[in-house]
C-alpha cells in the first residue's frame, strides 16, 4: 500500500497533462466556429467546450472512458459494437500466433546453436525480417494467403508469429549460450551427448531468457495481429475498429480501441510473468 | 610399467606421463603450457600439483581428463588413452566451483552423471545416498544448493564426482574459494573419504600447506613453460591428524616445496 501514493500522483498528473492537451488541441475548432459566426470567444467559453466535442482532435479522458463503458459493458459481447467481441478476435489471433512464434524462435534458437551453418546463416535473415516494415509485408501475406483460399484467423497469426519469433530468437540463443565452460567440461567429463547437454542444462539456463523473451514476443504479437488487421477491409477485430475510426474521424473510438489494445498487451504481460514465477519457483531458482 | 603406491608396494600405474607436452596456439603466438612432463601416479596415490599461475598444474590435470589434448608425448590413464578412460568412467571431476544446478535439489545433482550414463531409478537412489553419506550430507538431498554454505556446496559436488564409483578423482582446487576453517575440515575428511575409499587422487592447488597435508606425492610446477621441477614423496603416514602440520617432519617437507618454488623461480614477478 506504500506505493498507492506515488501510483496515484503519477497518474492524477498523467490525467492532468491529458486534460490541458485535450483544451490545447480541441481549441482551434471551437474558435474557427466562432470566428464563422462572427463571435469572439474567452478561454472561459472555449475550454468547456473543449471537452465534449464529437469529433475532437484529442478527446478528453472522460469522453474515452465514456465510450469505453458503453463498448465494453454495456454492449453485449456478441455486437460488433463490443470491444470484447472486437479484443477476443485480436486476442485469438494474437494467442496463436504468439504459439508459433514462439515455438519457431524456440527451434530455431536450439538449431542455431546446435549448428555452424545455421548460426552463419539464419541470425542474418532473422535480423533482415525485422527490418522489413511490417506494414508493407502484412498485405502481401494477407493476399497470398487470401489467393490459395486461406482467410481469417490464420493470416493474422502468421504476421504475428512473424514479430514475435524475433525476441524469441535473440533471447533463447542467449539462453541456451549462457552455461559457462566449466559447466559444459562437467558434461563432457560424463561423456554426455549433445541432446543431454541440451535437456539437462541448456534448456533449464534459459528458462529466466525464455520469459524475458516472451513478454517482449507477446507484445510485438499484438501489434502484429493489429496491424495484420488493417488490410483485411477493417471487418472485426482491434485494428478494424482502430481503422474505421480513423476513416470516420472518431478519435474518441479510435483512443478507446487503444486503451483496449494496450489492457490486452498488459494482461498478456502479466499472464507471462504469473507463469515465470510459478515456474522458477518448482525450479527453485526463486528463492 | 611398474610403479609403487605410497606403501611401497608394486601396482600397475594409473597415470603414466612420458615426455607430455601441450602448446595453445593464440593470437600471440603459441603458448607452451606443458613442456617435457614424465611423471607416473600409482593406485591409491594422492598426488598434489603445486605452482603458480601459468605453471600449467591444470593443464595437466584436464590433460588427464582428456578436457585437453597433449601436442607432444604420450598420456595414459589405466593404460588406455585420456579419452578412452573418460568413457570407461574411470574418473570423477571436481572443479573449483561447485557449479551446482540451481534448478535441482542436492540429490538431483548428485545424480545428474547417473541419469546421463543410463544406471536405473533404483540404483540412482541407492548410489546417491551412499555417497551423500561419505561427505557427510545425509539429510540434505531434498535442499537446493542456495540453501546450503559454500561448504558444503563443495562437498555435494565432490559427492557428485563419487556417484558413478569412478577410481580417480582429478580436483581442480576445489577449495580454493573457501575460507581457511571450512578448508581446514573438508581437508580433513577429505582425507578420511581418500582413505575410506582407496580412490586415486589428483588434487591441484596453491597452497603449500594443504599440498603437504594431503599428498602421498607432492608435484611441484613451474611456468614458462610449464614443467614439473621436483616430485617429492610424503613420508608422513596415510592417517593424518590436523596436528601433524607442526610436526618437524611436515615442516621439512614444507620447506622443500618451498624451496622447490624458489628454484623454478616462480616468484620472480
Same mark, same amino acid.
Given at each position: 500500500?506504500?506505493?498507492?501514493? !506515488?501510483v496515484?500522483?503519477?497518474?492524477? /498528473? ?31 467559453q ?12 484529442? !478527446? ?5 472512458a ?6 465494453v459493458?454495456?454492449t ?10 472486437? *479484443?477476443?478476435v485480436t486476442?485469438? &489471433? ?7 512464434? %514462439?515455438? /519457431? ?8 546453436v546446435h549448428?555452424r551453418a ?48 524475433? !525476441? ?23 561423456? *554426455?551427448?549433445?541432446m543431454?547437454?541440451f ?8 528458462? !529466466?531468457?525464455?520469459?524475458?523473451s516472451l513478454?517482449v514476443?507477446?507484445?510485438? /504479437? ?16 482491434l ?11 472518431? %478519435?474518441?473510438?479510435?483512443? *478507446?480501441?487503444?486503451?483496449?489494445? &494496450? &489492457? ?24 | 610399467?611398474?610403479a609403487r ?11 603414466e606421463a612420458?615426455g ?9 603466438? #603459441? ?24 605453471? +600449467? ?16 608425448g ?16 574411470a574418473y ?6 561447485a ?13 545428474? #552423471?547417473?541419469e ?20 557427510e550430507?545425509? +539429510? ?5 544448493p ?16 563419487l556417484?558413478?564409483?569412478? $577410481?580417480?578423482?582429478? =580436483? $581442480? ?6 575460507d581457511?576453517?571450512?578448508? $581446514?575440515?573438508?581437508?580433513e575428511e577429505?582425507?578420511?573419504l ?8 589428483g ?12 599428498s602421498?606425492?607432492?608435484?611441484? =610446477? ?14 608422513? #603416514? ?9 610436526t #618437524? ?8 616445496v618451498?624451496?622447490?618454488?624458489r628454484?623454478?623461480?616462480?616468484? $620472480?614477478?
Open positions: 500500500m506504500k506505493s498507492a501514493g !506515488p496515484l500522483t503519477v497518474l492524477i /498528473a498523467i490525467l492532468a497533462l491529458w486534460y490541458a492537451g485535450a483544451v490545447w488541441m480541441n481549441a482551434q475548432w471551437v474558435r474557427d466556429q466562432a470566428e464563422r459566426a462572427g463571435q469572439t470567444v474567452t478561454w472561459e472555449i475550454v468547456p467546450q473543449t471537452m465534449n466535442q464529437s469529433r475532437p482532435v484529442l !478527446p478528453a479522458p472522460h469522453q474515452v465514456v465510450e469505453l463503458w458503453k463498448a459493458v454495456v453485449p459481447p456478441t455486437s460488433k459494437r463490443s470491444l470484447i467481441y472486437h *479484443a477476443w486476442l485469438s &489471433a494474437t494467442l496463436l500466433g504468439f504459439a508459433i512464434g %514462439t515455438g /519457431a524462435g524456440i527451434l530455431l534458437a536450439a538449431g542455431i549448428n545455421m548460426d552463419m546463416s539464419v541470425m542474418p535473415w532473422a535480423i533482415a525480417s525485422q527490418t522489413i516494415p511490417i506494414l508493407a509485408v502484412a498485405p502481401m501475406i494477407i493476399v497470398v494467403l487470401n489467393s490459395i483460399g486461406i482467410t481469417g484467423l490464420v493470416p493474422k497469426a502468421i504476421i504475428s508469429a512473424y514479430l514475435s519469433f524475433f !525476441p524469441v530468437v535473440v533471447g533463447m540463443v542467449k539462453g541456451f549460450r549462457s552455461p559457462d565452460a566449466m559447466q559444459l567440461d562437467l558434461l563432457k567429463t560424463y561423456s *554426455a551427448s549433445r543431454q547437454a535437456w539437462k542444462l541448456r534448456l533449464p539456463s534459459s528458462m !529466466p531468457y525464455l520469459f524475458a513478454k514476443g507477446a507484445a510485438a /504479437a499484438l501489434v502484429g495481429t493489429i496491424v495484420g488487421e488493417l488490410p483485411t477491409g477493417a471487418v472485426a477485430g485494428g478494424a475498429r482502430l481503422l474505421s475510426g480513423s476513416y470516420y474521424g472518431q %478519435t474518441v473510438q479510435i483512443w *478507446a480501441a487503444l486503451f483496449v489494445a &494496450a &489492457a490486452l498487451a498488459a494482461g498478456l504481460v502479466i499472464v507471462i510473468g504469473m507463469v515465470q514465477r510459478v515456474t522458477l519457483r518448482r525450479m527453485g531458482m526463486l528463492r | 610399467m611398474i603406491n605410497a606403501g611401497g608396494a608394486q601396482v600397475a600405474p594409473v597415470v612420458r607430455v607436452g601441450l602448446t595453445f596456439q593464440t593470437a600471440d603466438g #603459441p603458448v607452451h603450457a606443458l613442456k617435457d612432463v614424465n611423471l607416473t601416479i600409482a593406485k591409491g596415490d594422492f598426488v598434489s600439483f603445486i605452482g603458480p599461475s601459468g605453471c +600449467g598444474k591444470t593443464t595437466f590435470l584436464r590433460a588427464i581428463a582428456a578436457l585437453e589434448a597433449p601436442t607432444e604420450s598420456l595414459t590413464v589405466n593404460g588406455m588413452t585420456p579419452d578412452a578412460a573418460r568413457r570407461a568412467r570423477g571431476y571436481v572443479f573449483q566451483a557449479g551446482l544446478y540451481p534448478w535441482r535439489t542436492i540429490a538431483g545433482n548428485v545424480k545428474l #552423471p547417473l546421463i550414463m543410463g544406471f536405473s531409478r533404483a540404483e540412482q537412489d541407492a548410489r546417491v545416498a551412499k555417497v551423500l553419506e561419505l561427505v550430507l545425509t +539429510g540434505f538431498g531434498k535442499k537446493f542456495w540453501q546450503l554454505s559454500g561448504g558444503m556446496q563443495q562437498r555435494a559436488s565432490i559427492a557428485r564426482a556417484a558413478f564409483d569412478a $577410481d580417480i578423482l582429478l =580436483m $581442480d582446487e576445489p577449495f580454493g574459494a573457501l581457511e576453517i571450512v578448508r $581446514d575440515r573438508l581437508n577429505l582425507l578420511k581418500w582413505n575410506n575409499t582407496g580412490k586415486t587422487i588434487f591441484v592447488t596453491h597452497s603449500i600447506p594443504e599440498a603437504v597435508y594431503l602421498t606425492k607432492i608435484v611441484v =610446477m613451474s611456468p614458462r613453460p610449464g614443467r614439473i621441477t621436483d616430485v617429492i614423496e610424503s613420508p608422513l #603416514p596415510r592417517v593424518r591428524p590436523l596436528e601433524i602440520r607442526d #618437524p617432519e611436515f615442516m621439512a617437507i614444507a620447506h622443500r618451498r624451496e622447490g618454488l628454484a623454478g623461480h616462480s616468484y $620472480d614477478v
